[in-house]
Nanobody
Framework: QVQLVESGGGLVQPGGSLRLSCAAS????????MRWYRQAPGKQRELVAS???????NYADSVKGRFTISRDNAKNTVYLQMNSLKTEETAGYYC???????????????WGQGTQVTVSS
């Protein structure tokens, strides 16, 4: 089985910073794209940022210039550095990844359990 475990969430004041981490473990042969999503109460889950194995990144317009996604392929870990946080970015943040469990198998999509980020004064 494959597990994605997020960490680094918490309470931060508006304008503050947090760094989220997501470590993948289990039966992993390779990982393709890794992503961060967020979901606020009463709202749909939205894609925040993504990164390919080669390090190509994409961001939601709302976070460009403030958030940075990165990954350590040797550690099967993806990070999200969040700066200048806003109150409206209070949400559960979820890690997502496309994982191949063995040579010749297909990539399957996995989710973490989420980590809460609360931006409040």
């Amino acid at each position: 089985q494959v597990q994605l475990v997020e960490s680094g969430g918490g309470l931060v004041q508006p304008g503050g910073s947090l760094r989220l981490s997501c470590a993948a473990s289990g039966s992993i042969f390779s990982i393709n794209s890794m992503r961060w999503y967020r979901q606020a109460p009463g709202k749909q889950r939205e894609l925040v940022a993504s990164i390919t194995t080669a390090g190509i990144t994409n961001y939601a317009d709302s976070v460009k210039g403030r958030f940075t996604i990165s990954r350590d392929n040797a550690k099967n870990t993806v990070y999200l550095q969040m700066n200048s946080l806003k109150t409206e970015e209070t949400a559960g943040y979820y890690c997502n990844a496309d994982v191949k469990k063995a040579v010749g198998s297909y990539f399957a999509n996995y989710w973490g359990q989420g980590t809460q980020v609360t931006v409040s004064s």
